[in-house]
């Protein structure tokens, strides 16, 4: 069965730092593309970064970019998310995804572009605040 879990969230100050993993089970996501998606009370899920299979680069958001860092660890089967600097505006419950048999996710280093996808976690949540 195919399943993303997330870890890692949590309540932290601004400026702090939180890594989100996102760890994988009954696939080996270093083939497949892996983004991170955030949902803030109120708003829409907004992907904010991404790690193409096979080498195929990663993507960051402008709102993210220089803050957070995306990696992969193989041999554990995990994707990792390491937010430095946070903001009040970085609090939303975060997400990993791919896309399975019927759901569409594309990342290189160039872009990360996504329509309907299939395979969710369960989500972590991620309140910045003093």
């Known amino acids: 069965q195919v399943q993303l879990v997330e870890s890692g969230g949590g309540l932290v100050q601004p400026g702090g730092s939180l890594r989100l993993s996102c760890a994988a089970s009954g696939f080996s996501l270093e083939y497949y593309s892996i983004g991170w998606f955030r949902q803030a009370p109120g708003k829409e899920r907004e992907g904010v970064s991404c790690?193409?299979?096979?080498?195929?680069?990663?993507y960051y958001d402008d709102s993210v970019k220089g803050r957070f860092t995306i990696s992969r660890d193989n041999e554990e089967n995990t994707v990792y998310l390491q937010m430095n600097s946070l903001k009040p505006e970085d609090t939303a419950v975060y997400y990993c995804?791919?896309?399975?048999?019927?759901?569409?996710?594309?990342?290189?280093?160039?872009?990360?572009?996504?329509?309907?996808?299939?395979?969710w976690g369960q989500g972590t949540l991620v309140t910045v605040s003093s």
């Open positions: 995804a791919t896309a399975g048999s019927t759901g569409v996710l594309h990342c290189s280093g160039r872009y990360f572009r996504y329509g309907h996808i299939d395979v």
């Open positions: 790690i193409g299979g096979s080498g195929a680069g990663t």
